[in-house]
């Protein structure tokens, strides 16, 4: 394999919480001419992705505080196109179903061949860097979203409603985003406070709760009695339509 020089050098988040694995990455990694920063947990994962800015995530699925899944999620509410390679002990199809249906671009099982997932990361680093990553039908569905009289206009952070023209922040257009790529599921405070923010539950969940209370009055023609977000006792909020 060839080595990059400096200048051109892509940067590689490996996200792993056992150190001999992390590091053996790593330093293979570096052999190959990547530029290589490890997370231990899905919080540190999170706050690399942003304020690093890596070429690809070579992302575990058993993590602390923030497990895998809902890292990838949250990545994928802002950013379609960085690659992302799982590198997990849970190898049984269903597991890879979940992982591809949540967005990952390649899925590789542990105990794994370094060769094989050397050349797996090179060929997702090449394809990103000719700009051919893929762009999944979900995310060009999601660019206009439309549900009773509402519209979601996701390049414009706008929303038509029986309000009129609302302006969406950043948070709720994330928020949004997240219940209309899991219509129909229910989504737990806890799942929605990691994946929308990537808190780790600590904060209060009436944070969530008031950006409902917020929907509701945007979107609901009875904000009192909820078609599309909906409460579910003990569990969370689910969002549907018929």
């Known amino acids: 394999m060839v080595l990059q020089d400096e200048a051109s050098k892509r940067r590689i988040l490996v996200v792993e919480d056992e150190a001999h694995i992390a590091d053996g990455l790593k330093l293979n990694l570096e052999l190959n001419g990547y530029e290589v920063e490890i ?11 942003r304020f690093w800015g890596p070429d690809l995530i070579v992302l575990d699925i058993m993590l602390p505080q923030i497990d895998g899944l809902s890292v990838l999620r949250n990545i994928r ?5 960085i690659p992302i390679l799982i590198l997990s002990a849970k190898g049984a199809p269903e597991d890879k179903i979940t992982g591809f249906s949540y967005g990952t671009d390649d899925y590789l099982s542990k105990p794994f061949n370094l060769q094989e997932f050397l050349l797996r990361v090179e060929r997702l680093i090449s394809r ?8 999944s039908t979900e995310t060009r569905e999601l660019q206009v979203y439309r549900f009773g009289n509402n519209t979601v206009d996701f390049t414009t952070f706008s929303a038509v409603c029986q309000k009129g023209e609302v302006k969406l ?8 985003k997240l ?22 539950g600590a904060t209060s969940t009436r944070t969530v709760d008031n950006f409902i209370v917020r929907f ?3 979107f609901e023609d009875n904000p009192k009695k909820p078609k599309y977000f909906k409460s579910l006792r003990s569990v969370g909020y689910i969002f549907d339509f018929e």
């Open 216 to 218: 509701r009055k945007y």
């Open 128 to 135: 990103a860097t000719k700009g051919t990553a893929p762009v």
């Open 169 to 176: 922040s950043d948070l709720e257009a994330k928020l949004l």
């Open 39 to 49: 997370a231990v947990d899905g919080v540190e994962a999170l706050e690399k992705y």
């Open 77 to 81: 509410l802002n950013d379609q196109h």
């Open 179 to 200: 219940f209309f790529t899991n219509r129909g599921k229910p989504l737990s405070r806890k799942e929605l406070l990691e994946m929308g923010w990537g808190y780790t």
